[in-house]
C-alpha cells in the first residue's frame, strides 16, 4: 500500500508496495534524500506515534516508513541507529 495525501501531510509507505532493494542500507539513503523528514516506526512504538502526531500537528510534511512491515526491517533498523 502507498497513500499519497495531497496536502501537506506527507504520505505513508508499506512495504508491500515499494519496490524490493537488495541492501537495507540502500533503502534507508534513498528514503532520506527523497524526503525532507523521515520517520522509521515500530506498530508498537508509542514514541514514534507521538512523533508523528506532533509533527503532522506542526503542519510538517514527513515519510512514515513502518519498519515492522518490511522483512528488511530489522536490518534497516540496525543501520539507522549505527548511522
Not at 542500507?25 to 516506526?41: D, G, H, Q, T, Y
Amino acid at each position: 500500500m502507498h497513500y499519497h495525501h495531497s496536502e501537506s501531510w506527507g504520505y505513508y509507505t508499506a512495504a508491500a508496495a515499494t519496490r524490493v532493494m537488495a541492501d537495507p542500507l540502500e533503502r534507508v539513503a534513498k528514503l532520506a534524500s527523497e524526503n525532507a523528514v523521515v520517520i522509521f516506526s515500530l506498530g508498537s512504538c508509542c514514541m514514534c506515534h507521538a512523533v508523528e502526531r506532533l509533527f503532522r500537528g506542526m503542519g510538517v510534511n514527513l515519510t512514515v516508513y513502518e519498519l515492522d512491515q518490511d522483512p528488511r526491517g530489522k536490518k534497516m533498523s540496525g543501520m539507522i541507529r549505527m548511522s
